[in-house]
C-alpha cells in the first residue's frame, strides 16, 4: 500500500509538471500515434494484414519484429522532447516544448542507435523464447528485466547530459547499481495506475456501447490514446526526475522523500 500510494503522489507531481506546459500531452499523443501508423504501416507493406503468430517464428521473425518495432523510432523521439522539455522546467527555465524539441533534435543520431540497439536485443530475446520453447520465454523475461533496469537512464543521459550512446549506458548502469530499486519500484507503480485507469475507461465504454456501438469504438479509441499519452509522459517526467536526483540536482516539486522511496541506496536505511 505504501508503494501505491507514493505512485499516486509521484504521478500527480508529474502532471503538475506537465500542467504547466500542457503541450508536451499532445506531443506524447502524437508520437503515439505516429509509432501506431508507421508499425501498421509497415506491417501491412510486407504482411498484408495482422501479424501471426507464424509471422513472429523463426526464421520470419528476423524480418517481422523489426518492422513491428519501426514505430519505437518516432514515440522514443516524443519521450526524449517531454524529457528535456520537463527538465528544464524541473530547473526553473521557462522551457517550451520548441526548446525540447531542439534539445531532442540534437541528440537525434543517438537516440537512433539507442532505439536500433533496443529493437536489436527485443529481438534476440524472442528468438531464444521462440527457440527455446519454455526456458526461452523464462530467460526472455529474466534477461529483458535485467536489460530495461540496466539501461533505465539511457535517454535522460543522452538528452539532458548529451552523451553518446555507450558513455549513457554506462552511466545507466553505474547509477542503477548505485541506486538500485529505483526502476523497478517507480514503473511498477505507474503500471498499477494505468490498469486503474484502462479498468475505469473500460466501465465507461461498456456504458456508451449500451446505447451506440460506433461511439463506443470511437470512445474506447480516444480513452485509450489519453490514457497511454498521459501516462507515459507523466512516466518520462519522472523517470527524468530520478535521473535528476540520482545525481544530486533539483527536482522541482517532487518530494526527496517519495524519491528516496522510489530508488533506496544499497543497504542504506531511513
Known amino acids: 500500500m505504501g508503494k501505491t500510494r507514493r505512485a499516486f503522489r509521484l504521478m500527480a507531481t508529474s502532471f503538475r509538471v506537465l500542467r ?40 520470419r521473425v528476423l524480418i517481422v519484429f523489426p518492422l513491428l518495432a519501426a514505430g519505437s523510432y518516432v514515440s522514443n523521439f516524443a519521450n526524449a522532447i ?57 530467460a526472455r523475461w529474466v534477461l529483458g528485466l535485467a536489460w530495461a533496469i540496466a539501461t533505465f537512464f539511457v535517454v535522460p543521459a543522452i538528452v539532458i547530459d548529451g552523451m553518446s550512446l555507450g558513455d549513457g549506458i554506462q552511466r545507466s548502469a553505474r547509477l542503477v ?43 474506447g479509441i480516444a480513452l485509450f490514446c489519453a490514457v497511454i499519452a498521459g501516462l507515459e509522459a507523466a512516466g518520462s517526467v519522472f523517470r527524468v526526475a ?15 522523500a517519495d524519491l528516496w522511496g522510489a530508488f533506496r541506496l544499497k543497504g542504506q536505511r531511513r
Not at 538500485?180 to 486503474?196: D, M
Not at 530520478?242 to 526527496?256: D, T
Open 20 to 59: 504547466a506546459t500542457p503541450a508536451l500531452l499532445a506531443v506524447m499523443a502524437a508520437g503515439i500515434v505516429g509509432s501506431a501508423a508507421v508499425t501498421v504501416t509497415l506491417g501491412w507493406l510486407v504482411l498484408r494484414g495482422m501479424p501471426t503468430a507464424e509471422d513472429l517464428a523463426w526464421p
Open 82 to 138: 517531454v524529457m528535456a522539455t520537463a527538465h528544464d522546467r524541473m530547473a526553473g527555465r521557462e522551457a517550451t516544448v520548441a526548446d525540447g524539441f531542439r534539445r531532442a533534435r540534437a541528440c537525434l543520431p543517438e537516440l537512433f542507435l539507442w532505439t536500433s540497439l533496443a529493437i536489436g536485443v527485443g529481438l534476440v530475446l524472442q528468438v531464444i523464447a521462440e527457440r527455446l520453447r519454455l526456458g526461452g520465454v523464462i
Open 177 to 219: 547499481k548505485a541506486r538500485w530499486g529505483e526502476a523497478v519500484t517507480g514503473s511498477a507503480g505507474l503500471g498499477a495506475i494505468f490498469l486503474i485507469a484502462f479498468f475505469l475507461g473500460a466501465v465507461a465504454v461498456g456504458t456508451v456501447a449500451v446505447v451506440s456501438g460506433p461511439l463506443a469504438i470511437v470512445l
Open 242 to 256: 530520478l535521473y535528476a536526483y540520482a545525481k544530486g540536482e533539483p527536482v522541482g516539486p517532487f518530494s526527496e
